[in-house]
């Protein structure tokens, strides 16, 4: 018994081990085998023969880069067919297309994944924005985009929302203090990058069982106060729109929540 027990603890350690693997190449691209065992605190050949693994049943595979490993093509179809059959993204699609067609920007859906927002839907208009954040599956932490503050303020059952900032750095504080205020007036959350020099606006989008979120981001040269303005409008208009549809078609975020 005490054999199966511990046969049973180390497949389930493997199995943990490999998916944080597969997740963490999904997040940050290609990386060394040597690089993943130490990001995971894995033994080199323990990382070596998880690789190994996942690679003949198509979860990994080599990269183009010398030495280095990608998601494969079987995870890939998972992520693709997930995604597709999630009913909110189709109907999302077409408006966020039109609302980044509209302002030159990038317009994404996103939902909160373990405290990170994880992006749906990703539609860009003609100035492609650059950011990490900006491509469908990648995840980003909540206080470092205006989609990140409208899941952490409207999550379900928060008796006070304010407490929600209170573990994060002073700066990180200000700027979701700021973010909230400015919801509270416009319907919208706010957040500025400087680094990126990028302006996000962001809005919730209450499901029948979950909260998702709509963000725009506007390159440098369209954050006017008049392209802002009209970017909110759109953004809420934007939101409105999808919200009506998933009423009207009874849909879900996963139909067995």
Do not use: W
């Amino acid at each position: 018994m005490k054999r199966q027990t511990d046969e049973s603890n180390s497949s389930t350690v493997a199995l943990k081990n490999g998916l944080e693997l597969v997740r963490l190449l999904s997040v940050e691209g290609p990386m060394t085998a040597n690089e993943l065992a130490l990001r995971l605190s894995l033994r080199n050949d323990t990382a070596a023969r998880l690789l190994k693994t996942l690679e003949i049943h198509g979860f990994v595979e080599q990269s183009r880069f010398a030495d280095r490993f990608q998601p494969g093509r079987t995870a890939s179809a998972l992520s693709e067919k997930f995604l597709r059959e999630t009913p909110v993204n189709e109907i999302a699609r077409s408006v966020l297309q039109a609302l980044a067609d509209r302002h030159n920007a990038t317009c994404i859906l996103a939902v909160d994944d373990a405290g990170e927002a994880l992006s749906l839907v990703v539609c860009n208009g003609l100035n492609r924005v650059s950011l990490p954040c900006c491509h469908v599956g990648s995840v980003y932490p909540l206080t470092r985009t205006a989609a990140g503050h409208a899941l952490l303020f409207t999550t379900p059952n928060e008796a006070d929302r304010l407490d929600k900032i209170k573990d994060h750095s002073a700066a990180e504080t200000e700027a979701l203090r700021e973010s909230f205020c400015f919801f509270r007036a416009s319907g919208c959350f706010r957040l500025t990058l400087e680094e990126d020099d990028v302006l996000f606006l962001a809005a919730p989008l209450h499901l029948n069982n979950a909260v998702l979120a709509l963000e725009i981001i506007l390159p440098a040269k369209a954050r006017s106060a008049c392209d802002s303005t009209r970017a909110m409008r759109d953004l809420l208009a934007a939101v409105e729109m999808v919200q009506h549809k998933c009423d009207a078609m009874g849909v879900r975020y996963l139909e067995d929540s």
